[in-house]
Structure formats: structure tokens, C-alpha cells
């Protein structure tokens, strides 16, 4: 009986992601970090939910809905807008712990960066608000008169917001834009196909789905010869010629960090937003030079890491 009363009252963590769980497979190493460093170690004295959508985003809702009728104690809500939206669209009860690139006040999650004021908080990467730099990089590698496609999910919930930003990004630079959409394993090579025929260069905007699926992207801007620049350095380590973004090791650990205040007894209302501040820009030069591409010292100066 006192085993049970014991395992009734360690808490439970649901952990949803719109990706998957090998990929992520760091990622949650990170947060289990947070969760420990507040704490709470997997397996001892905190259980951990998973939940994976596995870039079905569709899916999303129902594996919320399931950690809700589980009746868990926070739910981690990762890998993308459309989880967090899940999650607050879900209980307005259960503390929520986000993590995503997107503006949670537009979003609907938080009343303010500062006093979030529900049951929501977490951490931003900030993800959307770099595309104009990552644009910036691409034009001083291939020049400001060469047409960048861009390759954007269309069923991510941000999708319409990083496509308006990145259009508004390129009027300014007075660089032309073309859009192209891929929502599956399937039609990943026709939207590389459509890019190649348009421009000469890409920037994959942030998703779950272009993440888990980071090898097949990197193999296929070699395979259609597009220099690309992605969002996190992971894609630079797997053979990617440039990325810049967040660190997603510290916003995870920090995302863990934050369910521990709130096992803890911290209300998310009064948890202010955490906004990353550390960024990389990392630059591949092995694929640089498998792509005949001299890269000017302007950009190596810039760069944080560089990969031979």
C-alpha cells in the first residue's frame, strides 16, 4: 500500500511533440537535463508521458486530449506551434510548458511575454523573427540579384506567419522570393524540383517535419545543387552548408527547467516567457566546396562554428 501511495503521488510529465522520437532524441535528452537540474529525475521521482505526432500534425489534438484524460500534472508541449496550440485548445487547467519559434501573444497562449496570465508559459526561440538574417547570409553567399526560393510546410500553424515575414523580409532586401510547399516525405523532391527551376539558392523555414526529416533535405539541396540555410545547427553537423538559429539544446533544457518550477508549485501565469538569446551560425565548408561555392571572409567572420 505504501508503494502505491507512493507511485499515486510522483507527478507526471506529458511530453507531445510534432516530431519524432529518434530525431529528437537530443533534444529530449536536454529536457530531461532541465527536469533534473530542478529536481525531478526520469524514473525516480518524476514519470514522463510521450506523445508523438511524428509531423502528422493532425494528430496533435488526440494525443493532447490523451494526456488530459491521464490527468497529468504539466504538459510539455514541443516540436512546433501546432502542439502548444493543441495543448491550450485542450485544458485551460493543466499547466502548459511551450516551446516553439512563433509569437505565443499573437498565438493566443499568453497574455504578455512578462505576465503570461493563464496556464501557459514557456520558452520562444524566436525562430521566425531570423529569417531576414538568414536571407541576409544567403545573399552574401550566392549575391543579392540571385532568386531564393523558400521551402515552407503549409500545415504547420506558422506557416502563414513566416511566409508573410519572410515576404516582407525579401521586399526590403529587394530580394525575389519564391514559395514552395512540401507536407510529406512524398512531395519533398518535387517542391526541390520546383525551387531549382525558380532559384538558385533556399532557405527552409522552421518546421518539426523538415527537422526529423534532416538527412533527406540535406541529401536532396546537394541532389538539385541549391546552397540552403536551415534554422538549427544540427542540420550544419549532418552535411547542411549553413544554419542559424537558436540553440535548441538550451531552450530545451530550459523548457525543462520550467516544468520543474511548476511541479514545484510555480503558477505559468506568473512565469514569464523565457526568449533565447544565444544564437549560431554555423557554416559547412566541405559542402560548400562540394557545391563549386567560394565562401566570401565576411561571412566566415560572422560565423560561430565552422565545419571543415
Known sequence: MAARAQQAAT??????SGGSPAPFARNVAAFRQGLKDAGYTEGRNVVIEYRWAEGRYGDLPRL??????????????????????????????IPIV?????????????????????????????????NAKRLDFLRDLVGPTTPVA?????????AVTQSAAIAEAARILGQQAHFVHARSEAELEG????????AGALLVAADPFFFDRREQVITLAAQFALPAIYEQREFSVAGGLMS?????????RQAGL???????????????VDQS?????????????????????SLLFQADEVIE
Do not use: H, W
Request: proline fraction near 5%.
Open 277 to 297: 538569446t544565444r544564437f549560431e551560425f554555423v557554416l559547412n565548408l566541405s559542402t560548400a566546396k562540394a557545391l563549386g561555392l567560394t565562401v566570401p571572409d
Open 98 to 130: 511551450f516551446l516553439f519559434g512563433g509569437d505565443p501573444v499573437q498565438m493566443g497562449l499568453v497574455a504578455s511575454l512578462g505576465r503570461p496570465g493563464g496556464n501557459a508559459t514557456g520558452v520562444n526561440m524566436l525562430t521566425g523573427t531570423l
Open 11 to 16: 507527478p507526471v510529465v506529458g511530453f507531445v
Open 191 to 198: 517542391a526541390f524540383r520546383a525551387a531549382r527551376e525558380k
Open 150 to 158: 523558400v521551402l515552407l510546410n503549409p500545415e504547420n500553424r506558422s
Open 64 to 93: 493532447v486530449d490523451d494526456l488530459v484524460r491521464r490527468e497529468v500534472n504539466v504538459i510539455a508541449a514541443t516540436g512546433g506551434t501546432s502542439s502548444a496550440t493543441a495543448a491550450k485548445a485542450a485544458t485551460q487547467s
Open 258 to 272: 520550467y516544468v520543474g518550477r511548476v511541479l514545484k508549485g510555480e503558477k505559468p501565469a506568473e512565469i514569464p
Open 244 to 252: 542559424y538559429g537558436a540553440s535548441i539544446a538550451d531552450a530545451y
